[in-house]
């Protein structure tokens, strides 16, 4: 038996086979071959499984998100297809005797190239379009896929699943992560990330047992053997012995129970012994996630992190992709609040067809309500798509990333022309709330004017601290620097739901903060109207608050 300790992201127990994944690192080499007609060979192979396995993704996709999300899949066949393509990787073999991965990926940049600078819109996304096919090719080329790099547990494309396992890796991206098939994880551990990536919040909105800083080796050691995750203790046990199998298995059973414990909370009110009432919400990053959202009986959803639409998709989402998941949740949640945020791409969650430049600081740079306010046609196909689903439920619109009046003032213009255009057309739209997230410190500070302009807060407490106390929320090293219980960030929440107040609006956390249960008696203290929390800590929150007396807390600190 092996153990391994790590940094805990979400408690709870697992037991089930290990799974290392390794990333796909499409390095492509030029070589030199001497026949050609063999390499054209491999390609004409590649090329013709490349066509299986999207027939067989196009019929997953059919039944599992319907026919105008399956369709990318058919055009990828199309593309695949394409004498012109096609000509010119045969050609770059052919002429320059070099190897058939070198030549797509040749082929890729050109037509991709191609496609970027031409100026119909539905033109210019087929770049990235052209670059994931090529992909695909290279992926079939070096026998090294994305999901052919997980052992058979995981179920990926064209492949079966046979068990759910736990996901031991270097590091997850978010993209990478969100296309997990979710049934198929038991837990993830990972060497590297940080308790605060976007990583590490999906592992919590699953809620399942995720460890991350854990060191240990990606090799076959570990890959396919029995594996035990304590997401309490923070521990991988690797080939455990029969001891301590036996002591987590009771340990899961006892983790299990208070589950159940916490089930007969369902149903009632959050509210304290002496009557402060909480809306306690839950946060989500995709549709699949509703059902844990029901499940833990949040009251609504306090954050919809609608940018993962965008990171599993392969395009830009039209508006009507976006329309049909936002009337879904808006449906399903049956007139509970659901608050949407609008996309916060930039950062660490990084999507190929945006094209964004390199930046020295990305954490600081080119995302969120930026990207949106200088890509009004981005803004816009989504804003249409929120105004128009809103009529299906109680929606609101959230804005990331705020430092000044005069953003909310160019949002509010663009929404305006959203609305008059939507006018021309004869679409309905509802009427949605409109509120801002206050996760930079100068929408703290500015609080009070900022209030008088929307109809809600919710504080970001992730980025709030990383901004706050200068510390990169990605770095692992700077875990421990980041006290998200620093002064200065308890400070900023008190005095933004008080200018709240003071205005005459609710404030709310969502960020991780939100869901600190040493917390929450401070919060409901300061009057905090709303906690968004991952689905699996809405009834543990709730827990408490039905425990907590506010005036006697109040009156103890005295
Ligand atoms: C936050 O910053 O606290 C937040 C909720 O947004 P995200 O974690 O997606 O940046
Ligand atoms: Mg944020």
Request: aromatic share 6%; proline share 3%; glycine share 8%.
């Amino acid at each position: 038996m092996k153990v391994y300790s790590g940094k805990s992201v979400f408690g709870g127990v697992a037991i089930g086979k290990i799974c290392v994944y390794k990333k796909t690192e499409q390095l492509v080499r030029r070589e030199k071959i001497t026949d050609v007609e063999a390499e054209l060979a491999r390609f004409e192979e590649a090329r013709e499984r490349a066509i299986e396995q999207l027939k067989g993704l196009y019929e997953k996709a059919l039944k599992e998100v319907g026919e105008v999300n399956a369709a990318i899949f058919d055009v990828h066949q199309m593309m695949l297809e394409d004498e012109d393509y096609n000509e010119s990787i045969r050609n770059i073999v052919g002429n320059q005797k070099v190897n058939v991965e070198y030549a797509v990926a040749q082929t890729s940049d050109n037509f991709a190239q191609m496609f970027a600078s031409m100026d119909d819109d539905y033109m210019r996304e087929r770049a990235a379009d052209v670059k994931d096919i090529s992909e695909r090719l290279l992926t079939v080329l070096g026998e090294n896929d994305f999901e052919k790099g997980m052992s058979d547990g995981v179920k990926g494309e064209g492949r079966e699943a046979k068990e759910p396992v736990i996901i031991v890796a270097d590091d997850l991206a978010p993209s990478e992560t969100v296309q997990l098939d979710k049934d198929m994880v038991l837990s993830f551990v990972t060497v590297h990330g940080s308790l605060n990536s976007h990583t590490a919040i999906l592992a919590r909105t699953m809620a399942i047992p995720a460890l991350i800083g854990t060191p240990l080796p990606l090799d076959e050691t570990v890959d396919g053997k029995l594996g035990i995750v304590d997401g309490v203790d923070g521990t991988i046990y690797v080939e455990p012995d029969e001891e301590t199998l036996a002591k987590m298995k009771e340990k899961q059973r006892g983790e299990l129970e208070k589950k159940e414990m916490l089930q007969t909370l369902k149903g009632r009110e959050t509210v304290t012994v002496d009557g402060q009432k909480l809306m306690l919400y839950a946060n989500i990053g995709n549709i699949k996630d509703l059902a844990t959202v029901m499940q833990n009986d949040a009251g609504g959803i306090g954050l919809f992190r609608s940018e993962f639409i965008y990171l599993e998709s392969e395009h830009y989402p039209t508006e009507e992709e976006q329309f049909q998941i936002y009337k879904q949740v808006a449906e399903t949640m049956a007139g509970k609040r659901v608050i949407i945020r609008t996309l916060d791409i930039g950062a660490d969650k990084q999507c190929d067809y945006f094209e964004m430049e390199h930046e020295e600081n990305p954490a600081l740079g080119y995302r969120a309500i930026r990207i949106c306010l200088t890509r009004p046609e981005v803004f816009k196909t989504q804003l249409r798509a929120l105004l128009r689903a809103s009529i299906y439920g109680k929606i609101a619109i959230m804005y990331p990333m705020i430092t000044s009046m005069e953003e909310i003032k160019r949002i509010k213009e663009i929404v305006r022309e959203v609305r008059k255009e939507l006018d021309t057309e004869g679409l309905r739209y509802g009427e949605p709330e409109q509120g801002i997230m206050i996760e930079t410190p100068a929408a703290a500070l500015i609080s009070d004017e900022l209030a008088t302009e929307v109809d809600f807060f919710s504080i970001g407490t992730n980025d709030l601290t990383q901004y706050t106390l200068a510390i990169d929320r990605q770095n692992t090293k700077l875990d421990e620097f980041y006290d998200a219980h620093h002064p200065a960030i308890l400070k900023m929440i008190r005095m933004v739901v008080e200018n709240a107040h003071g205005a005459g609006i609710w404030a709310g956390i969502c960020g991780e903060l939100g869901a600190d249960e040493s917390l929450t008696r401070e919060f409901l203290a300061m009057g905090v109207d709303e906690l968004s929390v991952s689905p699996g800590s809405v009834l543990p929150i709730r827990k408490i608050v039905l425990e907590t007396n506010v005036q006697e807390y109040q009156a103890r600190l005295r």
